[in-house]
């Protein structure tokens, strides 16, 4: 097969939109970073995702590497492990002692640990077309965990009525992602790329019709249960970090609480409850920006 197979030009077609798309996605959260250089802070923010993201990029580097003739799979996973590197850098930057704790752990434990174990296994012991099947079989185990890990903002949307975390443009994005790297898939004759991508269609699907259900539904959280889910699970909206917590609390800064709520069925202290909660700065879910194949 040469460079971009041209006994296949649909192949070099779905191979550069699939760059192109997946680019777009890897530059998704830049908005979120640069307000964390500019604040100085990791406000809350997870390294996780971000870390998955590289280690997922350098394996379907590597698998391109030994599968061969697959410049656009490496060209897509040199930029993601460059973006993802940076990310994680300005990170760890500016993140509180224990998380940039947490996340050298990570990053140890998934590149320093994990992939170097996958790499040396596969890559003495194994040798051809055995080799390429076992680490092409590792990237869809990753690349399936990836797809799943979003399912829980699929059933937050469901439970709450509510689209607030789950951006439209984002699963529209990824969903165009997975249409082209499974037509690549399907035309370079891979199944290791195009399986995944099956799954990351569907769900982006789901997701985008959830958004249109539930875009103009009315959320039917309990207004007294939402108040106590800002405190008690705020790490899944915008958890803080311990360093900024102690740092209000010596400047003898007021952070909010939570107010006792009346639970009678009083229209006026509902609406007024809805006001309070409107007002609390909410920062949309931060969704592993992971692209099967590109990521």
């Known amino acids: 097969m040469a460079l971009f197979d041209l006994h296949h030009p649909w192949l070099l077609v779905f191979g550069v939109l699939g760059n192109v798309i997946s680019i777009l996605v890897f530059l998704a959260p830049v908005p979120a970073f640069r307000r964390i250089c500019k604040e100085k802070s990791t406000m809350g923010y997870q390294s996780v995702p971000y870390v998955v993201a590289l280690f997922s990029s350098m394996l379907w580097m590597y698998y391109a590497f030994i599968k061969k003739n697959a410049i656009l799979l490496v060209s897509i996973n040199s930029f993601g492990c460059i973006v993802e590197t ?33 790499f040396l296994i596969t890559l003495f012991p194994l040798n051809g077309v055995l080799r390429v099947q076992v680490v092409g079989w590792i990237c869809v185990t990753v690349a399936v965990g990836v797809f799943a890990a979003p399912l829980s903002i699929v059933f937050q949307v469901v439970r709450t009525k509510s689209v607030e975390f789950m951006p439209f443009t984002l699963s529209f994005f990824l969903t165009l ?20 991508n099956v799954l990351g269609f569907f769900l982006g699907m789901i997701q985008m019709l959830l958004y249109g259900i539930y875009r103009n539904a009315k959320p039917s959280i309990d207004l007294e249960k939402k108040v106590c889910e800002l405190v008690i699970n705020s790490e899944q909206i915008h958890p803080l970090d311990s360093e900024d917590i ?25 609406e007024r409850l809805g006001e309070q909660l409107a007002q609390v700065n909410l920062q949309p879910l931060q969704t592993p920006v992971l692209v099967v194949c590109a990521a």
């Not at 500016?94 to 990053?107: G, I």
């Not at 609480?257 to 009346?262: E, F, I, K, L, N």
Request: hydrophobic fraction near 45%; aromatic fraction near 8%.
């Open 177 to 196: 992602s997975a249409i082209m790297w499974f037509g690549y898939g399907l035309l370079l004759k891979d199944l290791c790329i195009a399986l995944p």
């Open 86 to 118: 940076i990310y994680i850098t300005i990170f760890i930057l500016y993140a509180s002692k224990e998380s940039r704790r947490q996340t050298v752990r990570l990053l140890v434990l998934l590149i320093g640990g994990l992939y170097t174990l996958i």
């Open 246 to 270: 102690n740092s209000n609390d010596e400047q003898g800064i007021n952070t909010p609480g939570v107010v006792p709520v009346s639970v009678a069925n009083n229209n006026d202290n509902e």
